[in-house]
């Protein structure tokens, strides 16, 4: 089975322990760091051994970083002087002790990563990057300590599983090569427009482990961003006709919005040909998506890949509701479109839809 939206490797996580062989890709570098970490084939006894070594050697490590100037300026927003110096400190730790062929280097920087917000002023369980100066941050070591553990024993579990070492790339749906095996099954959650943009949920991490010195190039390539290059007179004829209509009728509230949203639904018309090329004859394809609003325009993003899916080639879809009963901090768009957590008539997530496609 696969996932062209792996994100964080749920779905590869699942498809492990239920046996079966996954490929996924995703856009995201720190997605799939993390994807691969929970997919790897880990002991948790050694995992706390290395960690006793970080810990220990540690303390006489330097805090010299080999970040750039544009990126020390950008985390410092984010972090007080001594949390980026023990952050420093226990990055150099990581790459001293854990050498670069060990696959237990990327699940210590998966670790790392994992921390930063709880050790920053990021806005506690806030989904959009929003600075709290006021926040008591996480001490560094003990963070790392307990989130070692936490994975540790998460590996112990997973230890059990019994399927293969899943295939996951960095790439984009749009031009990854295709499996070299075709699947039987996707699964997947795509991005939607209009809402965060997911290269800033990963800011912290991706500048600390050098993936981008300005994590707004990560932006580019990702679907639904909102750093487009449309021009909507020409491209708005390739839109399904779903997507003409939300487009035009945004476009006289919000023009950039509807441009964005334009581009968000090619791509999504191209992803669905895509899953299309990924899957054997008799495959399914199955997304789970939201519906939301902008500017009081009705954003149907389910109709859309409805469409584009049987325009893709796809023979049969299904659509089944689901309530979303468990989101934190769902977020809901005051009258102006911003997001707000007052609960207004514009809840964006309240509930979302299965689509199962087969051909
Ligand atoms: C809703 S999230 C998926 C979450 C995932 N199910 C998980 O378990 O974490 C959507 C994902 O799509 C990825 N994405 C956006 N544009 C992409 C593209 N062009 N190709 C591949 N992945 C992309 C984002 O990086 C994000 O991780």
Redesign the pocket.
């Known amino acids: 089975m696969g996932?062209?939206?792996?994100?964080?490797?749920?779905?590869a996580h699942e498809a492990r322990r239920a046996g079966l062989a996954f490929w996924g890709?995703?856009?995201?570098p720190v997605?799939t760091l993390i994807a691969k970490a929970k997919s790897a084939r880990c002991a948790g006894a050694s995992m706390r051994r290395r960690s006793a070594e970080i810990e220990a050697e540690m303390d006489g490590a330097s805090r010299a970083h080999r970040l750039s100037p544009i990126a020390v300026q950008r985390l410092q927003r984010w972090f007080s002087d001594s949390a980026f110096n023990d952050l420093a400190c226990l990055l150099n730790t990581i790459n001293d002790v854990v050498p670069h062929s060990s696959p237990y280097r990327s699940v210590f920087h998966c670790a790392f990563s994992a921390i930063l917000k709880d050790c920053s002023q990021w806005q506690q369980r806030s989904v959009k990057p929003a600075l709290d100066r006021t926040k008591v941050a996480k001490d560094v070591r003990r963070a790392f300590a307990a989130q070692v553990e936490m994975m540790a024993a998460a590996f112990d579990e997973a230890g059990k599983a019994t399927g293969p070492a899943p295939d996951i790339r960095r790439?984009?749906?749009?031009t990854v090569d295709p499996p070299s095996e075709l699947l039987d099954l996707i699964v997947?959650?795509?991005?939607y427009v209009t809402s965060y943009e997911?290269a800033d949920l990963h800011q912290l991490s991706s500048l600390w482990l050098g993936f981008a010195d300005d994590h707004r190039i990560l932006r580019q390539?990702?679907?639904?961003t909102f750093e487009y290059e449309i021009d909507l007179r020409r491209a708005h004829t390739a839109l399904n006709r779903t997507g003409k209509q939300v487009v035009f009728t945004l476009y006289e509230q919000d023009p950039a919005a509807a441009r964005a949203v334009a581009q968000y639904f090619l791509?999504m018309q191209k992803m669905a040909a895509r899953c299309r090329e990924f899957l054997t004859a008799e495959g399914v394809a199955i997304f789970v998506i939201g519906n939301t609003r902008y500017r009081d325009v009705p954003i149907d993003n389910a109709a859309h890949l409805a469409e584009s899916l049987l325009e893709a080639g796809f023979k049969r879809v299904r659509a089944t509701r689901r309530r979303i009963s468990n989101k934190s901090a769902t977020p809901f768009r005051d009258a102006a479109g911003r997001y707000t957590r007052l609960r207004t008539r514009n809840p964006i997530y309240a509930e979302e839809f299965v689509l199962i496609a087969h051909l």
């Open positions: 996932d062209v939206f792996c994100g964080c490797g749920t779905v890709c995703d856009i995201n997605a790439a984009n749906v749009l997947t959650s795509p991005p997911y390539g990702s679907i639904g791509d």
